[in-house]
């Protein structure tokens, strides 16, 4: 009966297995030739895997998900499974969450975050997402707007032309997936560096990620990521040792001192734990 007692919880927590995070910065190849989709079904389970994709960002998600399932299907997934999470009672529905349950992945579309975080957060499907994402090694994906929502502090609004000011970037509380994190998608494309700097100033225990378009980072929770895609992924060490943020106006140019920035090309990779930049001979060759 001790022995029991002792390796109880040991077999506990073996059985508990941390999910991943595969976001992407808008603009994927929609193809089975596409190396971003094709690596997060891959993650998923390759033709084991069952997704559960959410059109809940955009305003008219039939078309896109549709897209997606064309996609999904070519490259031979078990199974897919579209909810356009339509209003906030669509997250409680039965049925939707019985489909989580068996899902190996759930893919965000694009479209705003906003609305997406207004949909899902607090309900029975998104605490579910996260207890299984933590426990039960799912996959979350998402691009453009579905993955700028994954983060902890998302960005919402803000001009491509900004110059280092609090108004150049309107921020929102995410769902939290990735803790201490904010994602920006389609970063190089639009020219939003601005507004990741700006988010420093307000939010200096952040960690800032750009992700350039049809490019990807696979994130293995509080341990590291790898980039996949044609682009680059920027990281921003918001841990800045100075900031006026406090003192100034918001239209005001903001100072910063010592923001690190690191510029991660496909196969490169980040350890979250030492923040520190990862060359693709440190990295696990399968990515696991």
């Given at each position: 009966m001790t022995a029991t007692r002792a390796t109880t919880p040991r077999r506990a927590a073996a059985r508990r297995r941390a999910g991943r995070l595969v976001l992407i910065g808008g603009g994927e190849e929609r193809s089975p030739d596409g190396r971003v989709l094709r690596h997060l079904v891959d993650v998923a389970g390759g033709r084991r895997a069952r997704i559960v994709v959410c059109g809940g960002a955009s305003g008219e998600p039939e078309e896109t998900m549709q897209e997606y399932r064309r996609?999904?299907?070519?490259?031979?997934?078990?199974?897919?499974?579209?909810?356009?999470?339509?209003?906030?009672?669509?997250?409680?529905?039965?049925?939707?969450?019985?489909?989580?349950?068996?899902?190996?992945?759930?893919?965000?579309?694009?479209?705003?975050?906003?609305?997406?975080?207004?949909?899902?957060g607090g309900t029975a499907f998104g605490e579910r997402i996260q207890?299984?994402?933590?426990?039960?090694g799912l996959v979350v994906a998402g691009t453009s707007a579905g993955a700028a929502a994954?983060?902890?502090?998302?960005?919402?609004d803000g001009p491509s032309d900004g110059t280092v000011r609090?108004?150049?970037?309107?921020?929102?509380?995410?769902?939290?997936?990735?803790?201490?994190?904010?994602?920006d998608t389609h970063f190089n494309q639009r020219g939003r560096v601005s507004r990741l700097l700006a988010t420093f100033a307000s939010n200096p225990q952040l960690l800032g990620i750009g992700l350039d378009e049809d490019t990807a980072v696979d994130v293995e929770l509080g341990?590291?990521?790898?980039?996949?895609?044609?682009?680059?992924?920027?990281?921003?060490?918001?841990?800045?040792?100075?900031t006026n943020a406090a003192e100034v106006a918001r239209e005001s140019v903001l100072a910063l001192f010592d923001t690190r920035v690191h510029v991660l090309p496909d196969g490169y990779g980040f350890d979250l734990r030492r923040k520190r930049p990862l060359q693709p001979r440190q990295l696990p060759r399968t990515g696991g």
């Open positions: 996609v999904f299907t070519r490259l031979h997934v078990a199974e897919v499974a579209l909810e356009p999470l339509g209003d906030r009672t669509a997250g409680e529905a039965p049925a939707l969450l019985g489909h989580l349950e068996h899902a190996t992945a759930v893919f965000f579309t694009g479209g705003d975050q906003l609305r997406l975080v207004s949909l899902l207890e299984r994402l933590q426990t039960a994954v983060s902890a502090t998302m960005v919402i609090r108004t150049d970037v309107e921020l929102a509380p995410g769902l939290g997936y990735w803790r201490d994190t904010v994602v341990r590291r990521f790898r980039v996949v895609g044609c682009g680059a992924a920027l990281v921003f060490d918001g841990r800045v040792s100075h």
